[in-house]
């Protein structure tokens, strides 16, 4: 049986698997996963944005607010039930950047990790903390989420800029995602700061005390692709019996939300679930992976990943709610037991 389940999440992609995942658990409807099986839960904080003096953590908010029910289910990020108020207030002032919107309930979020950060504890703690609230009266010990690291990591992406005079220009991966929609190329995506990163305390035990390491739909480049370029959380940390199961955010060629495609496109990443699979690896040929899953409309692919020393299947990857998803995750179980 199963009983320590570490999974690497993004935001949104990685959250609402993680829902349907703690779902079968609790549902007991993953054969070979034990009821009480633990769930280490490692994000991605390279998305992280200093604005407004606050600390926005925003895969690390999508997954406690997702997890915790107080999650926008439409925006998929934020708090549902949001007023606007202070954002509303800092353009009357002509504060800029007003392409990013902080809510009124989540601006209390930044508050309380950016006084804890300032008073000096690490984004480690900071996230206990604010997870006292969102995560452990319903989960308690089932759940963990950790930051990947405590250092401060940003993703920035490098675009073609006619008036600069390299004919570049960097922005932040937030300017690019929320102010750009990601419509123009990103040409380089750079993880400042990734190559002197420690992974945060009880990340590498999480991952080489782990029976299984999941690889949910998240974001291959800037967020699972971030979270295993922490010097320590690579195939190094794996216990040698764990085994590593990921899920395509490839469909059909396509990224079902977000901007998996241009992320990949950057790095020269064939946009397919076989692409990416293949990025990933196989455990036999020095990479991670000792299964992966596609989309059902992607079953043709499944004989080539097999030749590249994985063991596929296809089956319906559609996240439409906790009891599709957990059956997703039965798969991937399935896949590597
Ligand atoms: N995404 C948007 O498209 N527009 C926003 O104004 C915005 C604000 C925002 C505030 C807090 C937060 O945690 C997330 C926010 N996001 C917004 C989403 C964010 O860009 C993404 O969740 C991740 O960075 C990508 O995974």
């Given at each position: 049986m199963l009983s320590r389940i570490t999974v690497l999440s993004g935001g949104m992609g990685g959250a609402r698997f993680l829902q349907g995942l703690l779902h079968g658990i609790e549902q007991g409807s993953l054969p070979g996963v034990a009821p009480d099986a633990q769930v280490t839960v490692i994000a991605n904080t390279?998305?992280?944005?200093?604005?407004?003096?606050?600390?926005?953590?925003?895969?690390?908010?999508t997954v406690m607010y997702t997890l915790g029910d107080g999650i926008d289910p439409?925006?998929?990020?934020?708090?549902?039930?949001?007023?606007?108020?202070?954002?509303?207030?800092?353009?009357?002032?002509?504060?800029?950047?007003?392409?990013?919107?902080?809510?009124?309930?989540?601006?209390?979020?930044?508050?309380?990790?950016?006084?804890?950060?300032?008073?000096?504890?690490?984004?480690?703690?900071?996230?206990?903390?604010?997870?006292?609230?969102?995560l452990e009266p319903r989960f308690g010990e089932r759940l963990t989420l950790l930051p990947m690291t405590d250092d401060r990591v940003e993703t920035h992406v490098a675009i073609a800029d006619a008036e600069s005079p390299s004919g570049k220009r960097v922005v932040h991966f937030q300017e690019y995602w929320v102010r750009l929609r990601a419509e123009v190329p990103a040409e380089t995506v750079v993880v400042v700061g990734l190559d002197k990163a420690t992974p945060a305390p009880g990340v590498a035990e999480a991952i080489s005390g782990a029976d299984l390491v999941v690889l949910p739909p998240s974001n291959p480049v800037v967020s699972v692709g971030t979270i295993l370029g922490v010097p320590g959380i690579g195939?190094?940390?794996?216990?040698?019996?764990?085994?590593?199961?990921?899920?395509?955010?490839?469909?059909?060629?396509?990224?079902?939300r977000g901007m998996a495609e241009q992320m990949l496109r950057s790095i020269g990443v064939e946009v397919s679930a076989a692409g990416v699979g293949r990025h990933y690896g196989s455990r036999s040929s020095g990479g991670y992976l000792d299964g992966w899953l596609v989309d059902s409309s992607d079953a043709g692919l499944v004989p080539a990943l097999e030749g590249a020393g994985l063991a596929a299947r296809a089956v319906p990857l559609m996240m439409t709610d906790p009891d599709a998803t957990a059956r997703m995750a039965a798969a991937a179980v399935e896949l590597v037991s």
């Open positions: 390279a998305d992280d944005w200093w604005i407004h003096g606050l600390k926005v953590c925003p895969d690390l908010d439409d925006r998929g990020w934020g708090r549902r039930d949001e007023t606007w108020s202070a954002k509303e207030e800092l353009a009357a002032y002509g504060v800029e950047p007003t392409w990013f919107g902080l809510g009124d309930r989540d601006i209390a979020t930044h508050l309380v990790r950016t006084q804890l950060l300032d008073a000096g504890y690490p984004l480690s703690d900071v996230t206990r903390a604010l997870c006292r609230r969102w195939p190094a940390r794996r216990s040698p019996d764990a085994k590593v199961v990921g899920l395509s955010p490839i469909v059909g060629g396509r990224h079902v």
